[in-house]
């Protein structure tokens, strides 16, 4: 059974860092995109940042220049630098992966809490 586990979230001041990562485990044969979304209260659930196989990026407007997305293919890891945190990233953090199982299915972490006081 695959599961993905996130960790880091928590509660920062404004202008500070955190790290989320997000492991694989299980039966995995590869692990093709991982992604992190987020959703706000009352809000839809958004992406945030994804990332490939081969390493190519893509992030949401509103975290370029501050979130940096990266991968550790060898123990199955994605991970999330967010930099300059303001109080409008506050929500929770999802990792998501396309993982070839049997097959190529979708994964969701648990969710982690991010909060940014002001």
């Known amino acids: 059974q695959v599961q993905l586990v996130e960790s880091g979230g928590g509660l920062v001041q404004a202008g500070g860092s955190l790290r989320l990562s997000c492991a694989a485990s299980?039966?995995?044969?590869?692990?093709?995109?991982m992604a992190w979304y987020r959703q706000a209260p009352g809000k839809q659930r958004e992406l945030v940042a994804a990332i490939t196989s081969g390493g190519s990026t893509t992030y949401a407007d509103s975290v370029k220049g501050r979130f940096t997305i990266s991968r550790d293919n060898a123990n199955k890891t994605g991970y999330l630098q967010m930099n300059s945190l303001r109080p409008e990233d506050t929500a929770v953090y999802y990792c998501?992966?396309?993982?070839?199982?049997?097959?190529?299915?979708?994964?969701w972490g648990q969710g982690t809490q991010v909060t940014v006081s002001s």
């Open positions: 998501y992966a396309a993982i070839v199982v049997a097959g190529l299915r979708n994964y």
């Open positions: 299980g039966s995995i044969f590869t692990i093709n995109a």
